[in-house]
């Protein structure tokens, strides 16, 4: 079982490059969510999706952007890196609102 | 908006032995679900045990247990018979059970050691 399925696991990106994160699931969930996690810190909400074609900010959406064309896919974009984006990036999936939530294995980024 | 916070950054326990780690939060909703995650080294997030808010029972999961205080908003995690592969942080997280999409709120995490 893939479950999510996170790419790449480590990038290295230099200010003012862009970068898209890649991010899908095999388990047909419709919710979708981008977390980043900084150091010594808990997982903070970047965007999320309910279903194909929906997207929404979650509470630190600004340098992000995000598209929903399939159930499977989640990418999440960085159009300017700026060092404050340097972090972990998780993408999770859930079934609905009161199933949990699986993770991928998280993305390294960091912004030099 | 919720909060969970988490006031041990870092915890120690002997192997064989219990240890609980603490979870307050802050809500005025009277249906939600928490949770406790399990990050390794490996970064990898695995649930290990939820609740469920209008559930009185606590949740258990083989060593891992619950105590669920819904009044004082506190929602401990119980591991009995510590093992080494225990060692990771430990995030709690709430999530409503209201909104289109709710989203998972997280404490900051604790460390927890497991030393022999």
């Known amino acids: 079982n893939a479950g999510v399925t996170q790419t790449p696991k480590f990038r290295i990106l230099k200010i003012g490059q862009s970068m898209t994160l890649q991010c899908t699931q095999d388990m047909n969930h419709n919710y979708m969510y981008w977390y980043r996690q900084d150091p010594g810190m808990g997982l903070k909400l970047i965007y999320y999706s309910v279903g194909a074609g929906i997207t929404d900010k979650g509470e630190v959406p600004n340098g992000y952007n995000v598209s929903r064309s399939t159930t499977e896919d989640f990418p999440l974009r960085l159009e300017l890196a700026a060092p404050s984006q340097t972090s972990v990036y998780f993408c999770a999936s859930s079934r609905g609102l009161r199933a949990e939530a699986f993770f991928g294995q998280g993305t390294r980024l960091t912004v030099v | 908006a919720q909060t969970v916070t988490q006031s041990q950054p870092e915890m120690s326990v002997q192997e064989a032995e219990t240890v609980t780690l603490s979870c307050t939060y802050d809500?005025?909703?009277?249906?939600?679900?928490l949770f406790w995650y399990k990050q390794p080294p490996s970064r990898q997030m695995i649930l290990v045990i939820r609740q469920e808010a209008y559930k009185q029972q606590n949740a258990t999961e083989n060593r891992f247990s619950v105590n669920f205080q819904k009044a004082a908003k506190s929602f401990s995690l119980k591991i009995s018979d510590s093992q080494l592969g225990d060692a990771a942080m430990y995030f709690c997280a709430y999530r409503s059970d209201t909104g289109t999409a709710s989203k998972l709120t997280f404490g900051t995490g604790t460390r927890l050691q497991v030393t022999l």
């Open positions: 809500t005025s909703e009277s249906d939600y679900y």
